[in-house]
């Protein structure tokens, strides 16, 4: 009889060992090669005719080792579930020698494993409301809808080539030629085309631009003709880090290629219903005040996100969970594809370590209060998504929606990523109702600039 034995051999960290004898996997040695002496091609012999001494003498050895292995492999694995033992991954073989497995001499067996423990704990930030966090509300401004509606105007504007630059409007097409002070070429210097808003240079060249045409140019140094922020852009675009102090210094010699101009859509019926086909808004006022109802919109699932992110870290940080650290590296050297060093593994395992709390502490939200996301949901969900892809145009109700979502829905991937993301939702909404959440108005640019921890959940 096959005996399974069990010890402690560390923190989560149990040892398996499992005795096979003869008599638990000679009549599956003896089944498999009759079996195969029923398949096997050798010539001079017909098929299915081959002695079984023969077979053996062949293939016996490798026949003999699988079905020992198999045989371990099964007791092994009704141990585990005979046991509910809820364990890391699968069980690592602590044999490092490969056995003397010869079925001329069949004996009796042991094989040794180890496993890693899934720990028992608690959700303990989400007891008794103690965790408290902040849910912020970004102010929209008349600034920020102002700086909407221009975008907009433009977005749809016609583009018109006139001979002069004359405003800050103007786009312009140029080429930037590494020179000196004077305008002089530097030989084998940078050369760059690159296409620009004349109001992004400062006050000064934007001056010495007005009424240059088409192969006028100006001669300029880059630190002083930019502010910060464009100063970063134009760096990287001719391939220095943004924050190279030496190369703003340097001259650039500025050739227009191409004067543009972008006119301003009016703001008219025609082009609110444009922006917002299906919305009955005629007049600016009205139109404006959709733009901020959609700022807003977009602001509060940003700060809805963050403090979903605020939520995530809170869990995985302070949800005390112990974890049988070793095996796990050992695990990561020969869990996954290919094999990795116990260098490799040590490095990898800071981020598999916050990955595997937050899947244990998912998994025990979702299973203590039995949160799931029905079909029905999840087509409806699938159905609003498509909506708002193809914006007016996808008519609830359209022959080709319905055909388009059983696709949809028969696409394993798209189904799995779905069921994800509403389930992270649904764990969160939950988690949301056993904190304390205080709200706090915030400047958009200040929001932004907020201490951003790791995303590592899917959202």
Known sequence: MATVTRENIGLLNDKITVKVSQEDYLPNFDKAVKQFSKQANIPGFRKGMVPAGMIKKMHGQALFGDEVLKTVEKELMGYVQAEKLEIFGQPLSLDKEPKNLDFNNPAEYSFEFEVGLKPSFEITPLENNKTTLTRYKVTVTDEMVNDEVTRLQLKGGKTTEPETITSEDNVINVKFEESDAKGNLVEGGIVKENS?????????????????????????????????????????????????????????????????????????????KEVYPGEDITTEEAFRAKLKEEIGKYWDIEARNHMHNDLFEVLVHETPIDLPKDFLKRWLQVGGEKPKTAEEAENEYPSFDHQLRWTLISDKLIKDNKLEVSFDELKENAKQKVLGYYGGAAADGAEWLDSYLDRLLQDEKFVDQTYREMITTKLFDLAETKVNVKEEEIKAEDFVNLPHKHHHHEH
């Open 196 to 272: 620009l808003l004349v109001k992004y240079f400062s006050a000064s060249i934007q001056e010495q631009l007005m009424g240059k045409k088409i192969d006028d140019s100006i001669v300029f140094q880059l630190a002083t003709s930019f502010d910060e922020q464009r100063l970063g852009w134009i760096l990287k675009d001719l391939g220095f880090a943004t924050d190279d102090k030496e190369a703003a210094q340097k001259y650039f010699k500025l050739t227009i290629t191409k004067v543009g101009l972008i006119e301003k859509r009016e703001l008219n019926e025609e082009f609110f």
